[in-house]
């Protein structure tokens, strides 16, 4: 990652879930493209507090990153509560966290991002913006198949195709681990980023907005919560 970005005039869609990823993610778009939306998806989550969480990370992250703050444009979500409900997963349905018999987590809800990716693209076209922005990772991560570089560029070729025209996606987190997240985060916004994304954004399973620990709110014992928190960690002791 270069310590200075680099510029474009092109527009971009960040699929924004108000998790540290796509909070990172949508910091990382503002500083580099001039008019920025975000796309959330309603698939029947369990914790409506993931959709809540949205609107406050972007407030909180326009507000630090003030300089940019009129590269901002709309917000969208998308209604996939049918789609949601086909997996029957403990992010949909009151279910224990475990392995499945492919050694998943039961948290994976199949073909997730492909559906996300298809409708984001979908949205762009119309809007007419060029770059969809992910915040995938098979770095650090709970080992789920449509997070893997392979499959985000393979679905890019396969939206480029459908529509006729290149479908860039970009995954600026793909290679890093958690603690490269937090510290690109604080290369972009500074302690105020950080501040605001332990604060506002959520990423816990279990949807735990009650228990607040120095890398954010949560459960701290789910798999997101422990990726989060383990990757703040070694981002804070050498920081």
């Not at 990823?21 to 580099?32: G, K, P, Y």
């Not at 972009?188 to 954010?216: M, Q």
Request: net charge negative; hydrophobic share 45%; proline share 3%.
């Amino acid at each position: 990652m270069n310590a200075i970005a680099q510029h474009s005039e092109k527009t971009a869609l960040v699929l924004f879930s108000g998790g540290q990823d796509s909070a990172t993610c949508l910091a990382w778009a503002l500083e580099r493209f001039d008019r920025v939306e975000t796309v959330g998806f309603d698939y029947g989550q369990r914790h409506a507090v993931e959709m809540q969480a949205r609107q406050a990370v972007r407030q909180e992250v326009v507000k630090v990153l003030s300089q940019w703050a009129n590269r901002l444009g709309d917000d969208h979500v998308v209604d996939l509560t049918g789609f949601g409900a086909i997996g029957e997963t403990a992010m949909t349905t009151e279910r224990a966290i475990e392995a499945d018999a492919r050694g998943l987590p039961n948290t994976f809800v199949p073909g997730r991002n492909l559906i996300f990716l298809v409708a984001a693209a979908a949205l762009a076209d119309r809007r007419g913006l060029e770059i969809l922005i992910g915040g995938m990772c098979e770095t650090d991560y709970s080992g789920y198949p449509d997070c893997r570089n392979e499959t985000i560029q393979a679905t890019a070729r396969a939206l480029s195709l459908g529509l006729d025209k290149s479908v860039p996606v970009e995954t600026p987190l793909m290679f890093l681990t958690k603690a490269q997240t937090w510290a690109l985060a604080d290369r972009i916004g500074g302690s105020a980023l950080v501040e605001a994304i332990i604060e506002f954004s959520h990423t816990c399973y279990l949807g735990d907005r009650t228990h607040r620990r120095a890398w954010g709110y949560g459960c701290g014992a789910c798999p997101a919560c422990e990726l989060r928190a383990a990757g703040y960690a070694e981002w804070a002791a050498g920081a």
